[in-house]
């Protein structure tokens, strides 16, 4: 069995390199985003699913990694890769800041803190007009490298997947999950719960921050409203929840789905498809709180890990 699911996914993967090469213009761009939504979900899941504690500002770490990379590239004409990697840098040091005192606050306290955060760089972007080009946005020299964006991107939503089995399988996910479970019980038994967060909450930096510095070059443009939406990472967390919070799979499976779902209604009812997907979240969250792989894993008999 495992050996035809290593060929499956080999056989995926091949295919998904090859695409660029007979895949239309839009259905480039659409595995893009995808590729993109998978990374962020998977590194939502790096900290929220495994340690239970919430983040509404995970998109920080994207727009730190765009503003971080279109930087970079508009004023120092540093190459858009190399930019985008200096992007997940500048992320892990924006995590290290603010984790060391959010990580500090339990349940609620820190979801607000970490929604509030968010905020507060968003207007700190706008403020320093000659560095971020404040409320104007920031504008990068045209370029039209798809394909290679599609195979970054991609890269990216692969290396976060890894890191997620890696994780998830190791004594350090398991540690994570104990103080998911029960953190007091964790300190109990001699766990170093502050530093295990502040582990999780940087590895979990890093996938948003790169693919934030990839987006801003893709995109050409960047501003405060572009990059910090809250949207995003409510997204991220719906997409996490409808696949199966602190597994491997959970999230590429809700992404997939919902990223997909999300682009068939707004290509059918342009004008209420916001209104239909807000439904879609609603059932979800109601009628499934253990997503999709929570379900098969209840039925199934499945490892919770899968």
Not at 190 to 208: E, M, N, Q
Not at 257 to 272: A, G, H, K, N, P
């Given at each position: ?34 590729f993109m939504w998978i990374a962020l979900a ?134 994570l999950m104990t103080i998911r479970e029960d ?124």
């Amino acid at each position: 069995m495992k050996r035809w699911l290593s060929s499956g996914f080999c056989v995926l993967l091949l295919g998904l390199a090859l695409y660029p090469m007979a895949g239309t213009g839009y259905g480039i761009r659409f595995m893009l985003q995808l590729f993109m939504w998978i990374a962020l979900a998977q590194s939502w899941n790096l900290i929220s699913g495994l340690t239970g504690y919430v983040s509404f500002g995970h998109i920080v770490f994207f727009g730190m990694g765009a503003y971080t990379a279109a930087i970079l590239i508009a004023k120092l004409g540093w190459p858009w890769l190399l930019a985008s990697l200096a992007g997940g840098v500048g992320a892990i040091v924006l995590a290290t800041v603010i984790g060391w005192p959010c990580l500090r606050l339990k349940g609620p306290y820190f979801a607000i803190s970490m929604l509030g955060l968010n905020e507060v760089l968003r207007v700190a972007v706008s403020y320093f007009e000659g560095l971020t080009g404040g409320g104007s946005g920031l504008s990068l020299p045209s370029l039209y490298a798809s394909v290679a964006i599609y195979y970054s991107m991609g890269i990216v939503a692969l290396a976060v997947t890894a890191l997620a089995y890696v994780v998830v399988t190791s004594r350090f996910g398991l540690r994570l999950m104990t103080i998911r479970e029960d953190e007091i019980a964790a300190e109990a038994m001699g766990i170093d719960t502050f530093r295990y967060k502040l582990y999780a909450f940087l590895l979990s930096a890093v996938g948003p921050g790169i693919v934030g510095g990839l987006a801003a070059r893709d995109q050409s443009y960047i501003e405060p409203v572009s990059v910090f939406p809250l949207i995003m990472t409510i997204t991220m967390i719906v997409m996490v929840l409808f696949g199966g919070k602190g597994t491997i799979w959970g999230p590429v499976l809700g992404a997939v789905l919902l990223f997909t779902l999300q682009e068939m209604i707004w290509s059918r009812f342009i004008y209420v498809h916001q209104l239909l997907f807000g439904a879609i979240i609603v059932i979800v969250v109601l009628f499934m709180p253990r997503g999709i792989l929570g379900v098969l894993q209840q039925k199934y008999n499945l490892p919770r890990t899968i």
